[in-house]
């Protein structure tokens, strides 16, 4: 008897904490901010308890820390600057861009909780929009996983967005310079800020209020200012155009129909299957939070200044991917890069359900546990997807043991004066777990590092690919060098992954490159 009257008090606790934890979130959109400050901290955790293999995004985020640039390739480089500024705080490890990317994607939902404050008369609606934001897959695995400059652009788009509606509710100056601010920003974080920008303005231009705030003479500060933060960046580019848009011009085009009608009609099939991608999961949350209210009459309301925003947002939007795709015949469009320009959707939707059938109270009882509990599991799926993947024979990269190989090497003694490798995500391996060498790759033909050749201390290439990839490293060496290569030979290491996996083993491929492989030098290295 005693047992079950402490079970019932336990429950009767655990009731009346869940009763106040709805109650905060409904009521108070600062609490929702808490709430995935404390998500995105247990997310911090989660990817120190991951294997230490870098994925891809993470790679290139360790390699470009070894120099500071005005660019470095098809991206514009504010998550570099960023990362390579978080790396100072914290070194250059798993923490620091576990940090960097946890800090974007909780200031990405703090500004979005701000920005349906703003234009939410219901507060309930707040937390419904932000959940429904959260429970797109690209952003809640996808981007938690890889994604770098797309989170950045989500944020700086967000920021614009929201300092927009700031400044049509209240013309302030500094308003106007944070605008610009945010504008310049979203040119660095990624290329494609230019199809969210124009959205932006003709939205603007639209409410009741906006052509005096466009005319208002402080918009010369936003405009000046946003060049003003690009201009650097802009010096690079400027000289450097064909090699930064050469890679997305490519995949745009992967896979092309020959027909100019059939490249344009692809383009647009991709661009509504994309958006559906994203925004399914989003709608169904809304959805399933629709209902009439009970009590209360229906009669004819007044459209909502904000909800004609937003709809004036992606009218403006889906004209310009339109013209995108007629102009340069765009066939590839990825979800991913849709991301960033439609998730304003659930605020529309909530916008939408505030004017006609919400009930807070139906939200609470069915979606708001639904929506709980995923987040609850979604960091234990994170934990558990690289060990059930090796369990049911399959290979990722997050289950890659680049330490093995270092450990290889120096039970050989063998000690680099510099790694050389083929790609970004070999190189930011390797450099993280040498960390006191420095790693080139043939990629990046703008990095020119200092090294001295020796017996003791020869050049390494690497390549993890069952294709022989030296020819370009020894090109790529040749050039630096001034010099001639020959009898280079090459070894193979091969080791179990992380966790290993029945049948399949690491294959590391490597060569030394010492004085003896030179056969003639016209400058000394």
Known sequence: MALCTGLEHRASGINSLYRRLTSSLVNNPNA??????????????????LPPALRIDEAQQVLFAQWLALGYDAQPPLYNWYQQAIFAIFGTSVLGLAVAKNLILFLVFATYVKLSDLVLREKSLVLVASLAFFVSPQLFWQAQRDLTHTTMLMLTSLWAIYLSVRLLKTPTTMGYVLTGVAVGLGMLSKYNFVLILPAILLAVWLHPKGRERIFDWRILLTIGISLLVFLPHSIWLFDNLQFASD???RRMAEEAPESRWMQILTGIAHVFSGSAIVMILPALVLFASSAKRTGTTTGEQQVSPWLRFFLHYFIA???VLLIVIIATTMTEVRDRWLLPLVMPFPILAALWLEQRSFDPAVFVKKVLPVCLVVMAILPVALIVSVPVQA???????????????????????ISPSLIVT???YTGGNLRFVFPDTTVATTTYDDFDPAFALSSDHPVLFVWVTGRDQSAGMVDWLQAQMGVTLSGIGVNTFEAPMYFPVEGKMQRFSYAL???DNLVKSSKQP
């Open 32 to 49: 929702i901010i808490a709430l995935f400050g404390v998500y995105f901290l247990i997310q911090i955790a989660v990817r120190l308890l």
């Open 247 to 249: 890679v997305t011009l």
């Open 317 to 319: 939007l889906a004209a």
């Open 391 to 413: 369990m049911l024979g399959k290979t990722s990269r997050s289950n890659n043991d680049w330490q093995v190989f270092r450990q290889h090497l120096q039970e050989k003694g």
């Open 422 to 424: 083929s790609d970004w």
């Open 513 to 515: 490159i010492t004085p």
